[in-house]
């Protein structure tokens, strides 16, 4: 039985194979031994067995062409990327030695060297406040923050902070007041301010016994009584005050997106991404860079509903990513890098995606330093 069953997978298995190579170039998905196993047993009908022969025949004639070709497209891609890399820093040196004034909005005029707030937030040891009294659930409250230029709902990362807060709120009248802070699990060293990095190991001030419930992972700052200034955990339905925070910048008067020191331009022209990234040099700028998942609430924030638009970073793999600008990757928010190696986002999610960089066009963003006198 065992002779039968071997005889009939060897000779089966260059069709098996083909199978297999056919299965993972159309799904992406390569089967397992036992769907091996099972595609060399399968009758296979004397029509799609002569095709696939043929297949077989055509591969073992033209395997190292088609091999050398592939080879060829990647090499070609990471040369293309690199060049792109290499003469846009070069373009963006150039330009910030002799800064070419025809695009006054992202033009290198130098700005005021006092970190200032945008109208409405409050400038309190270099972060931007703002204090919402309509009472929201932690989800509106959030994305009321967000609708305020991108700003979140405030950090605390040390006890100076944490007085300053007490200070900005005592004669407001308001009880409680929904903090950034999420918690996953029990502990501080569970809760984290900014999406995806900082977390309350160097500093918190949690009320005795909090954070303690899993279902409570939304947590507050207390502002009356005795425990005023400590922070506790509620239902993330419960209805708060809030308080939105931007960090404190250098204002640019000629730019239309100020954050953190930085000039944010949108552009709603369809360029590749080495297009946008020459085009952004060309004023001193590059294709904006990501640092933070507050940045990138911000970039999103600036951005049209419903349109792709280019960053400036290209990656290779999962946990390989390059800046056009040259700074490090210190944060990542790949998902999807399937149909190429380009960075984009998409204003209706959260993530970035890759795209292909020789033949997609997108809307894109570029970044500037603003300079200090």
Not at 201 to 218: L, M, Q, T
Not at 223 to 234: D, F, L, P, R, V
Not at 254 to 282: M, R, V
Request: aromatic share 12%.
């Amino acid at each position: 039985m065992f002779n039968k069953f071997l005889k009939r997978f060897t000779a089966h298995f260059s069709i098996s194979t083909i199978c297999v190579i056919c299965i993972t170039l159309f799904t992406g998905v390569t089967p397992h031994l036992n769907e091996l196993i099972f595609l060399s047993i399968l009758p296979i009908p004397p029509v799609i067995k002569m095709m696939l022969g043929k297949l077989n025949r055509f591969l073992q004639l033209h395997w190292m062409v088609i091999l050398l070709g592939i080879i060829f497209e990647i090499l070609f891609t990471i040369g293309v990327v690199r060049l792109t890399y290499f003469l846009t820093k070069q373009a963006s040196v150039e330009s910030n030695t002799s800064p070419t004034p025809r695009l006054l909005s992202t033009s290198s005029t130098l700005a005021s060297g006092n970190r200032t707030c945008t109208d409405g937030f409050t400038h309190i040891n270099n972060k931007c406040w703002k204090l919402v009294t309509g009472p929201k659930s932690r989800a509106d409250a959030d994305k009321t923050c967000y609708d305020l230029g991108g700003s979140t709902l405030f950090s605390i990362r040390n006890d100076q902070e944490n007085q300053a807060l007490m200070e900005f709120v005592k004669d407001q009248k308001v009880e409680n007041l929904w903090a950034g802070l999420i918690c996953d699990r029990h502990g501080p060293a569970w809760c984290t301010w900014d999406l995806q990095s900082g977390t309350t190991a160097v500093y918190n001030n949690f009320a005795d016994g909090w954070p303690s419930n899993e279902d409570k992972i939304c947590n507050y700052f207390m502002t009356n009584g005795t425990q005023a200034g400590k922070w506790a955990s509620a239902s993330c339905t419960e209805t708060m005050s809030f308080v939105c925070e931007l960090p404190a910048t250098i204002y640019d008067n000629t730019c239309e997106y100020n954050y953190d020191n930085y000039c944010y331009t949108p552009y709603f022209e369809l360029k590749l991404s080495s297009e946008a990234q020459t085009f952004c040099a060309s004023s001193g700028s590059n294709l904006v860079s990501i640092h933070s998942a507050n940045e990138n609430r911000f970039v999103y924030n600036i951005i049209p509903p419903g349109t792709e638009t280019s960053i400036g970073g290209v990656a290779y793999s999962d946990d390989s990513l390059l800046w056009y600008d040259g700074t490090p990757p210190l944060f990542t928010n790949m998902i999807q890098l399937e149909n190429g190696n380009c960075l984009f986002l998409y204003n209706d999610y959260v993530h970035w995606f890759g795209n292909n960089c020789l033949t997609t066009k997108c809307h894109f963003v570029c970044k500037r330093r603003i300079s200090e006198k």
